[in-house]
């Protein structure tokens, strides 16, 4: 856990954020100032800065993301009508909060 890192702390549990979904490595919650009717964040519990410090050793948690993100969508209502998911990689790519996370964007009207 990273001192001063926003996400480690909402994904260890010290922030009151309500998760949609929480196992041993990773957690699930609503983006506070969302982008799209529905807007969940993935957030691995280890301290990962951005996918430019991905190693070997994160693959597992990687494909993990991105499975969970699947079934979020499904959880959700929005498999069907379709959804975004992105990784903001550093300030230059829009990313604000050094802690690896992967966003699900979808539920627009068509
Ligand atoms: P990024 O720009 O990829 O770093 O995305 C960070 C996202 O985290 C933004 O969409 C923010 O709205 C979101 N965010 C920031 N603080 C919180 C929080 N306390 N709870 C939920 N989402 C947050
Ligand atoms: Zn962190």
Redesign the pocket.
């Given at each position: 856990m990273e001192k001063d890192c926003?996400f480690c702390k909402?994904a260890h549990g010290e922030?009151s954020?309500e998760f949609l979904y929480e196992n041993e490595r990773l957690v699930v919650?609503?983006?506070?100032?969302?982008?799209a009717p529905i807007?969940l964040?993935i957030v691995p519990k280890e301290h990962i800065r951005s996918i430019n410090d991905l190693t070997e050793a994160n693959r597992g948690i990687i494909s993990e993301m991105i499975m969970i993100a699947k079934e979020m969508a499904k959880k959700m209502s929005v498999s069907e009508s379709g959804y975004k998911l992105?990784?903001?990689v550093e300030s230059g790519g829009?990313?604000?909060?050094?802690h690896l996370?992967l966003?699900l964007m979808g539920g627009w009207k068509r």
């Open positions: 926003l909402i922030a954020t919650f609503k983006d506070i100032k969302p982008h807007h964040l992105l990784f903001n829009g990313q604000a909060i050094f996370h966003h």
